[in-house]
C-alpha cells in the first residue's frame, strides 16, 4: 500500500502521515529523512521530527539523496533482507529531496549526474528528454524502489505552486520538476491525500470513497487531526 500525503506548509501533513504509519499493522517502522539542516532554523526542525518521532520506534535512516539507494534490510539484524511484510516507511519529504537532488548547496559537495560545477543546474539538460522529465523520472523510480520492499509506505510530499507568483527561472524550474513529480508519485499510489488545515481530503480512490481506505482515514478525518 503506498499513500501519498500532500498539502501546504503547516498543513498538519507531517503529523497526518506519521498517524497512518503509526496505524498499520506493521511493527517496524522506517523513517527516511531527506532534510538537510542549514542554519538554525533547519537544525530546530529536524530536532522537533526527532522528539516527535521519539519513543515510536522508528528507525531513521538519514538520506538527502539517491533514496533509490536505500536498503531497509540492512537496518534489521533479526529477519530476512527479502522480507516485506511487517515493514512500514514513512518518507519525508519529497520538496526536500527533489531540492537536493536538482540544486548543488553550498559545502554538500559536487553530486556526479546531478549538477554542473556553478551552475545549480542539472546536467540532464544536455541529455536527451529535457532535464525537469528525466529528474522527476529518476526521483519517482528512487522512491517507488523503497515501496517494493515495504508492506506500507507513507511518502509526504508539498504544494509548491499555487501562490501564483512567478519567480527567478531556476525556482520555476522546482517548482515544475515538484509538478511532474507529484503526478507521477500519485499516479503510482494507491491513495492520495491532501491534507487542509488538519483535515485530511481524499483525492484518490475518489470513485470508492473514504471508506474504501479503512477506519484509520475516517477516525482521523472526524477528530481533524
Request: aromatic share 4%; with cysteine; charged share 30%.
Amino acid at each position: 500500500m503506498i499513500t501519498l500525503v500532500t498539502g501546504g506548509s503547516g498543513s498538519g501533513k507531517s503529523e497526518y502521515a506519521e498517524g497512518l504509519i503509526l496505524d498499520s499493522p506493521c511493527s517496524r517502522r522506517f523513517y527516511v529523512a531527506t532534510m538537510i539542516a542549514y542554519g538554525k532554523e533547519g537544525r530546530d526542525k529536524v530536532d522537533r521530527h526527532r522528539m516527535l518521532r521519539r519513543g515510536k520506534g522508528f528507525i531513521t535512516i538519514e538520506k538527502p539523496r539517491n533514496v533509490g539507494e536505500v536498503m531497509v534490510g540492512e537496518y534489521e539484524t533479526d529477519l530476512s533482507p527479502s522480507s516485506r511484510t511487517g515493514r512500514a516507511l514513512l518518507l519525508e519529504c519529497v520538496s526536500n529531496l527533489a531540492a537536493n537532488e536538482m540544486f548543488k548547496e553550498k559545502g554538500t559537495g559536487k553530486e556526479e549526474g546531478t549538477q554542473k560545477e556553478g551552475t545549480g543546474k542539472t546536467e540532464a539538460g544536455e541529455q536527451q528528454g529535457g532535464p525537469i522529465q528525466r529528474l522527476s523520472h529518476k526521483i519517482a523510480e528512487d522512491i517507488i524502489s523503497l515501496a517494493g520492499q515495504v508492506q506500507d509506505m507513507v511518502i509526504v510530499t508539498n504544494e509548491v505552486d499555487r501562490d501564483g507568483i512567478c519567480y527567478e527561472p531556476e525556482t520555476m524550474e522546482y517548482i515544475r520538476l515538484m509538478g511532474c513529480l507529484n503526478q507521477k508519485l500519485a499516479s503510482a499510489a494507491d491513495r492520495v491525500v491532501e491534507v487542509v488545515y488538519g483535515i485530511p481530503v481524499l483525492l484518490k480512490p475518489s470513485a470508492l470513497g473514504p471508506a474504501a481506505i479503512g477506519s484509520d482515514f475516517i477516525r482521523r478525518e472526524c477528530q481533524g487531526e
